[in-house]
C-alpha cells in the first residue's frame, strides 16, 4: 500500500477497531449502502470490507489426501501461513463475523436463555428421532412429497439419479448442502454424465475451482478477490485484470442464470425439517434454494435426518439464532418453507442417515447432532482462522468438524481433534450448546485408547508420566539448579525437531527451581 | 429390511438415555417499540430494503419511477396494472424477463423487516427471484412484532410454499464486499399502504 | 486455614518467583501455607494428549501430596482446571474427590474465599495488558467470556485494581487464545506460533509495557514471541504484582 491509498483512519491505527491486520484493510469500499447513506453489512457483509493488496500471491492449497492415511492439519495449515496474505484477509474476514455474532447476540436480552431452549429442544427431538422422522414422513407424504430414505451417501447418490433418470432429467441447480458435499455426491452425479451447477456465489467458485467449501457459510472465505478473477478468467472467460468484486459477481449471476432457466430438476439442502407440516425450510441470502425449487420442473430436497424440529413454533427459536449467530444479521435475507409441490410438479425428500443414527449411540458425542450449521465455532476458532478450512482435509472443518469427522473415518481424522488449543470459546458460541471443546478433549482419550495417535507422541507422553510420577525421577530431571531447561516440559524443548525454539525464544533457565529455592530458603534445619 | 426400517432401528437402539421432555417456548418480550411501522422500515433499511414513500393520495408515489421505466411489470396486485398476466403464465422460465414484479405480502415482522408471501400471493413463485426488481405492498396493520409471533400464524401449516424476505438478494462471498442482486431480485422497495377493502 | 501450595512443574523449573511470589502473597494474607515436597505436576500434558492411562501415576502422585488440605492453590489456571476437570484416570475416591474439589487457582482463591479487598502494599506504575488464560477464563471462570451475554464480571482485574498505579489497556481481542495450548504449541508450531505473534502485536499496538496473566504458560509463550519480533513488552505474573513486585 503506497502512502496515496492510505485514508486518515489507515494511518491512526487507534481508529483501527480492532482489525489487527491493517495491510487488509481497505482505503475504499464498494459495499451496499442504505437509504440513508450510511454503508449496509447484512448478509455475510463484513462490518470493515478487507482487501486483500494487490500483491500477487498463489492461493495456498488444501490438505494432501491420500486414501485413509491420517491428515496432516498441521502441514497444510503451515502452507496457509506461508501465505500471510491470505492468512490475513481470511484471519480479518472471519473475526469480523465473530464480532457481528457478538453486537447481534447481545441486542437480545434473552440470547442465553434461546440458547438453552434450542438445545433442549434439539436434545427432545434426538432422543425421540424415529417418532419425529415417522411423523415428518407421513406429513410430507400427505402433502404430496415422494419421501425416500438413505443409509449412507452413496445410497443417497444413488437414489437422486434414479429420480433424475426416471424424469430423463439431464441438468440439475442446486443450492448450498453441506449433507450433499458429505455424499461426494458432485463428483459423483457428474461421472454419471448430469451436468450440475452450484448456484451459490461461494459455492460456484469452489466448484469452479475444483475445490471443496472451506467453509459452511462462506465457502470460498479463504480465496482473495485475485484468486476469484483468476478462476472466472479462467473459467467464464471474464476479464482476467478485473477483480471489482460488483464485476466478479454479476459475472457469475449472468453465467448461472440459463443454467437455472434450462435445469432439468433443482436440488436444496435442509436447514430444518418440521414433523408437524412435513415442511423443509432452507435459509440463503442469495434467493438460490427459491430459484432451485421453484424454476425447473422437478425439485428435490436432501436431507440430513437430525435436522428434524417438532414444531412450526420452534422456527421462532432456531431462526433467531442462526443468521445471528452466523453473520450478525437478524434473519437471513430468504427463509424458504418448501412444503408441497407447485401444480404439475414433482417434489422429492431424501431422508439421509450417513452414519447419524450411529452417532447417536455414541454417548460423549451424540450431541454433536445438535449442529445447525451456522459456523459460528468456525468464526471464533483462532486455529481455524489460521489455517484455512480446507487445511482439515474433511467436508466439515474447525471445531465442530474436529468432533463430526473422527466419525466418518477414525482413521483418516486421527489427527484433527488435536489442531486445537481446546480453549472453549467454540462452546460459548454455539446456539445450541454443544460443548464442543469437551467433546475434543474426549475424543484425544478415544484416540489415544485405539493407538490412533503416532506411536513417537504416545511413547512421549508414557515417558513424560513415568517421569512426572516419581518425584526422585523428576528432580533428577531437573536436576541441579543450573539445568532447569532439562525439565518439562521435556518434550517441548527437547522433542527431535525442536519445534519451540523454531519459531520462539527459548525460556532463560532461572538461576534456582522453586523447589530449590524452597530447600535454601524455607526447610534451613527442617528435614532437609 | 427396507433403508428405512433399518434407520429407524438403528435410531431406537442408539436412542440417548434418560428423559427429555419438549420444553415450552415462552413468549419472549418484543424487542421492538410501539411503532411497528417505524421499526420495521429502519430494520428493513439496515438489511438492504427500501421504503417506497407514498403519499395519502399517491401510496405508489415511491415506485413511480421505477414501474414507469421497466418494460415488463408483472403485478399481483390490484392497485397496480401490469402488462405481464401473473395468471397466464405456463412455466416458471417465462417470467425470466420481468423488470418488475408487485405483489403484496401477508404480513411484515418489525424485528427483522421480513415480508411473507405464499404461492397465493405470488401467483407464479418463480417471479420473486427471476424478476429485477420487487415491489411489495404492506398493510401496516399486517405488521408483527418479531419473528416468534410470526410462526403462531396458520399459513406455515397450510401453504405449500411460503417464503420469508428480508431486503433483496444478497451476497459477500468475495471479500465480504456486500453487494444486492446476488441471484434474485436487485431491489426490494416496500410500500405501506392498507388493503383494498373488497 | 491449612493451604497447600502448588508449584506447577513449568514454574518450578521456569518462573520460580512466581511460586515465591505466591507463597508470600498467601503468608502475607494471613494464610498458613505448606509445600509439599514430594509434588511434580498434575498431569495435564498426558491428559490433554488424549493420554489418560499415562497420567494415572501423576494424578495418584498429586492426591497423594495434597490431601489433607483445606485449600490446594495453585498460581496456574490451566493446572487447575486439568485436577477440578480432568483428574479422572485414577478411580474417584472420597480423598481424591475431596482433593479436586478444595483445588483453587490463586485469583479465585483470593477473590472468592479470602475476599481480599485490600492489598496496601501493591503497585505497579505501568501500562499493562491483562491477558485471560483460556482455562482461567472459560474453564473455571475467572471472568465473564466476550462471547456470553451475561452480566459482566472479571475477578483478575477485580484484583489488579486494587493495586496502586496500574493503567490497563484493552485488546482488539481482549480474549482470543494466544496459541500455547500445552502440546498443542510443539505439534502444531507453526499455527501457534502465529497466533503467538498476533496476540503481543495487539499486546504492543494497544500501548502496553507489561503483560499480566495468571498463567506462566501463556506468559512463556507469549515472552518467547515477543522476543523473536523485537517487541518491548514484558511479561510478568499476576501472583508477583499482587505481592507487590515494583516491575
Redesign the interface.
Known amino acids: 500500500m503506497s502512502a496515496d491509498d492510505m485514508s486518515a483512519e489507515d494511518l491512526n491505527p487507534r481508529e483501527r477497531e480492532g482489525v489487527i491486520h491493517p495491510e487488509v484493510r481497505a482505503p475504499d469500499d464498494?459495499?451496499?449502502r442504505?437509504?440513508?447513506g450510511r454503508?449496509?453489512?447484512?448478509?455475510?457483509?463484513?462490518s470493515k470490507?478487507?482487501?486483500?493488496p494487490r500483491t500477487r500471491e498463489p492461493q495456498p492449497r488444501g490438505a494432501k489426501i491420500r486414501g485413509d492415511r491420517p491428515i496432516d492439519q498441521a502441514e497444510a495449515a503451515e502452507r496457509f501461513l506461508a501465505a500471510p496474505l491470505h492468512q490475513a484477509?481470511h484471519d480479518e474476514?472471519l473475526w469480523?463475523l465473530r464480532k457481528k455474532r457478538d453486537t447481534a447476540a447481545f441486542?437480545?436480552?434473552?440470547w442465553e436463555?434461546l440458547r438453552e431452549?434450542a438445545s433442549?429442544?434439539k436434545?427432545?427431538?434426538?432422543?425421540?428421532?424415529?417418532r419425529y422422522?415417522?411423523e415428518f414422513?407421513a406429513n410430507a407424504k400427505a402433502?404430496g412429497v415422494h419421501v425416500h430414505?438413505?443409509?449412507d451417501g452413496a445410497?443417497h447418490n444413488r437414489i437422486v439419479l434414479g429420480i433424475l433418470r426416471a424424469h430423463g432429467a439431464k441438468t440439475l441447480v442446486k443450492s448450498k448442502s453441506m449433507l450433499t458435499e458429505e455424499c461426494g455426491f458432485r463428483h459423483f452425479i457428474e461421472a454419471e454424465g448430469i451436468a450440475i451447477v452450484e448456484?451459490?456465489?461461494?459455492e460456484r467458485?469452489q466448484q469452479l475451482d475444483n475445490e471443496e467449501p472451506s467453509h459452511v457459510v462462506?465457502?470460498?472465505a479463504h480465496?482473495?478477490?485475485f484468486d476469484?478473477a483468476e478462476v472466472f478468467a479462467r473459467t467464464l472467460g471474464t476479464d482476467p485484470d478485473n477483480d471489482d468484486?460488483?464485476y466478479?459477481?454479476?459475472s457469475q449471476?449472468e453465467t448461472?442464470?440459463p443454467h437455472?432457466?434450462q435445469a432439468d430438476a433443482g436440488l436444496t439442502g435442509c436447514n430444518f425439517a418440521?414433523a408437524?407440516?412435513g415442511?423443509v425450510v432452507t435459509c440463503t441470502?442469495?434467493?438460490?434454494a427459491?430459484?432451485s425449487?421453484?424454476?425447473p420442473p422437478l425439485q428435490i430436497h436432501s436431507i440430513g435426518?437430525e435436522k428434524i424440529i417438532?414444531r412450526?413454533?420452534?422456527?421462532?427459536?432456531f431462526?433467531?439464532l442462526l443468521a445471528r449467530s452466523a453473520l450478525g444479521?437478524?434473519?437471513?435475507?430468504?427463509?424458504?418453507?418448501?412444503?408441497?409441490?407447485?401444480k404439475g410438479t414433482e417434489m422429492h425428500m431424501v431422508?439421509v442417515?450417513n452414519g447419524r443414527?450411529?452417532r447417536?449411540?455414541m454417548?460423549e458425542f451424540?450431541t454433536s447432532l445438535k449442529c445447525i450449521r451456522c459456523g459460528a465455532c468456525m468464526n471464533t476458532c483462532p486455529v481455524y482462522r489460521r489455517s484455512g478450512g480446507l487445511s482439515y482435509g474433511a467436508t466439515y472443518s474447525g471445531p465442530i468438524g474436529l468432533i463430526i469427522d473422527p466419525t466418518f473415518n477414525k482413521r483418516k481424522y486421527s489427527t484433527l481433534p488435536f489442531s486445537s488449543t481446546m480453549n472453549g470459546s467454540c462452546t460459548n458460541v454455539c446456539p445450541v450448546k454443544i460443548n464442543i471443546h469437551e467433546q475434543i478433549f474426549a475424543w484425544r482419550k478415544v484416540l489415544a485408547e485405539e493407538h490412533q495417535i503416532p506411536a513417537l507422541k504416545q511413547g512421549m507422553m508414557k515417558a513424560a508420566g513415568a517421569v512426572l510420577s516419581r518425584p526422585a525421577a523428576y528432580r533428577a530431571a531437573i536436576g541441579a539448579a543450573d539445568s532447569a531447561l532439562k525439565v518439562l516440559p521435556r518434550f517441548a524443548v527437547y522433542n527431535p525437531l525442536n519445534t519451540w525454539g523454531r519459531k520462539r525464544e527459548m525460556p532463560e533457565a532461572p538461576r534456582q527451581s522453586f523447589h530449590a529455592w524452597y530447600k535454601a530458603n524455607r526447610m534451613k534445619g527442617d528435614k532437609a | 429390511m427396507?433403508?428405512?426400517d433399518?434407520?429407524?432401528a438403528?435410531?431406537?437402539?442408539?436412542?440417548?438415555a434418560?428423559d427429555?421432555?419438549?420444553?415450552d417456548?415462552p413468549l419472549?418480550?418484543p424487542?421492538v417499540g410501539d411503532d411497528l411501522t417505524a421499526e420495521f422500515g429502519a430494520?428493513l433499511?439496515?438489511?438492504?430494503g427500501?421504503?417506497a414513500p407514498g403519499t395519502a393520495q399517491d401510496p405508489l408515489a415511491g415506485v413511480r419511477e421505477r414501474l414507469a421505466g421497466a418494460k415488463v411489470v408483472a403485478s399481483a396486485v390490484p392497485e397496480v396494472a401490469g402488462n405481464r398476466d401473473l395468471a397466464a403464465i405456463a412455466r416458471?422460465?417465462d417470467v425470466?424477463d420481468v423488470d418488475v414484479a408487485v405483489v403484496r405480502a401477508v404480513f411484515g415482522i418489525a424485528?427483522?423487516?421480513?415480508v411473507l408471501f405464499t404461492?397465493d400471493e405470488l401467483v407464479v413463485?418463480?417471479v420473486?427471484?427471476?424478476a429485477q426488481h420487487l415491489v411489495v405492498l404492506l398493510d401496516p396493520a399486517d405488521i408483527l412484532p418479531n419473528?416468534?409471533?410470526?410462526?403462531?400464524r396458520p399459513e406455515?401449516?397450510r401453504?405449500?410454499?411460503?417464503?420469508?424476505?428480508?431486503?433483496?438478494?444478497?451476497?459477500?462471498?468475495?471479500?465480504?464486499?456486500?453487494?444486492?442482486?446476488?441471484?434474485?431480485?436487485r431491489s426490494l422497495s416496500v410500500v405501506l399502504t392498507p388493503r383494498a377493502t373488497a | 486455614m491449612r493451604v497447600g501450595l502448588f508449584v506447577p512443574c513449568y514454574v518450578d523449573a521456569f518462573e520460580p518467583e512466581v511460586g515465591i511470589a505466591t507463597l508470600e502473597l498467601l503468608e502475607r494474607l494471613g494464610c498458613t501455607v505448606e509445600y509439599p515436597y514430594d509434588q511434580t505436576c498434575c498431569g495435564q500434558p498426558m491428559t490433554n494428549t488424549g493420554c489418560h492411562a499415562e497420567a494415572a501415576a501423576t494424578e495418584a502422585l498429586f492426591v497423594k501430596n495434597f490431601s489433607g488440605f483445606d485449600y490446594v492453590v495453585a498460581p496456574s489456571g490451566s493446572c487447575v482446571h486439568q485436577v477440578r476437570e480432568h483428574l479422572t484416570a485414577i478411580p474417584q475416591t472420597d480423598e481424591v474427590v475431596k482433593v479436586r474439589a478444595s483445588t483453587y487457582e490463586l485469583v479465585e482463591f483470593l477473590h472468592d474465599v479470602l475476599k481480599v479487598e485490600a492489598l496496601p502494599w501493591a503497585e505497579f506504575p505501568h501500562r499493562v495488558a491483562y491477558h485471560a488464560n483460556c482455562n482461567a477464563l472459560r474453564g473455571i471462570g475467572h471472568a465473564r467470556p466476550t462471547e456470553l451475554n451475561k452480566p459482566y464480571f472479571s475477578k483478575p482485574l477485580d484484583l489488579l485494581r486494587l493495586v496502586k498505579g496500574v493503567e490497563l489497556v484493552d485488546l482488539a481481542r481482549p480474549d482470543e487464545c494466544c496459541g500455547f495450548g500445552g502440546t498443542f504449541s510443539v505439534f502444531e508450531p507453526a499455527v501457534s506460533a502465529k497466533m503467538g505473534y498476533d496476540k503481543v502485536a495487539d499486546q504492543n499496538r494497544a500501548g502496553a509495557h507489561y503483560v499480566v496473566s495468571a498463567d506462566s504458560s501463556c506468559l512463556m509463550h507469549q515472552k518467547g514471541c515477543a522476543e523473536r519480533l523485537g517487541l518491548p513488552l514484558k511479561y510478568i505474573h499476576i501472583a508477583q504484582v499482587l505481592n507487590g513486585a515494583a516491575a
Open positions: 464498494e459495499s451496499e442504505g437509504q440513508d454503508r449496509l453489512h447484512h448478509a455475510e457483509g463484513a470490507p478487507i482487501r486483500a484477509a474476514r469480523d441486542g437480545i436480552p434473552e436463555e431452549l433442549q429442544i436434545t427432545h427431538t434426538l432422543a425421540n428421532l424415529d422422522l415417522e414422513e402433502n430414505w438413505a443409509v445410497d448456484t451459490d456465489l461461494g467458485i462462506v465457502p470460498a480465496k482473495t478477490r476469484v468484486a460488483h466478479l459477481a454479476e449471476r448461472t442464470r437455472i432457466l418440521v408437524e407440516t415442511t441470502n442469495e434467493g438460490n427459491d430459484l425449487g421453484n424454476v435426518i417438532p412450526v413454533e420452534h422456527l421462532g427459536v431462526l433467531r444479521s437478524p434473519i437471513t435475507q430468504y427463509t424458504s418453507h418448501f412444503r408441497g409441490p407447485r431422508l442417515d443414527s450411529a447417536l449411540g454417548e451424540w | 427396507s433403508a428405512r433399518g434407520i429407524l438403528a435410531i431406537r437402539a442408539n436412542r440417548p434418560g427429555h421432555p419438549l420444553p417456548v419472549f418480550a424487542l430494520r433499511q439496515r438489511m438492504g427500501r421504503i416458471p422460465q425470466d424485528e427483522t423487516g421480513s404461492q413463485n418463480a420473486a427471484y427471476l419473528v416468534q409471533a410470526a410462526y403462531r406455515f401449516g401453504a405449500a410454499y411460503a417464503v420469508l424476505h428480508t431486503g433483496p438478494s444478497a451476497t459477500a462471498d468475495i471479500e465480504g464486499v456486500l453487494i444486492h442482486g446476488a441471484q434474485g431480485v
